[in-house]
Nanobody, 122 residues
């Protein structure tokens, strides 16, 4: 069973950048497909991006295309979400998730981190 811990959130001005990290422990990270989700205040959690076990296949939503990049380093048991050109509407709690069997990159996922807050504001 894998445990996930996100980090890297914070307050950033519009147009700025952040890199979120998702550190995995308790399992062989390369066995798990991984996804990033976010939940804004008063809204449902939504899918942002996903990456295959090997890292050779990625998915993301239209709202973040060209701005966010998902990646992973299996040797470091860590996944990443590089977020550039941030907008106020990107403000949310960001969660990473993982599962061994990922038939649909949007989920469901078996394991979740606790989330990290991202606030985009001037």
């Amino acid at each position: 069973q894998v445990q996930l811990v996100e980090s890297g959130g914070g307050l950033v001005q519009p147009g700025g950048s952040l890199r979120l990290s998702c550190a995995a422990s308790g399992g062989t990270f390369s066995y798990y497909g991984m996804g990033w989700f976010r939940q804004a205040p008063g809204k449902e959690r939504e899918f942002v991006a996903a990456i295959s076990q090997s890292g050779d296949t990625t998915y993301d939503v239209e709202a973040v295309k060209g701005r966010f990049t998902i990646s992973r380093d299996n040797a470091k048991n860590t996944g990443y979400l590089q977020m550039n050109s941030l907008k106020p509407e990107d403000t949310a709690i960001y969660y990473c998730a993982a599962s061994i069997r990922v038939r649909d990159p949007r989920g469901p996922y078996a394991y979740w981190g606790q989330g990290t807050q991202v606030t985009v504001s001037s």
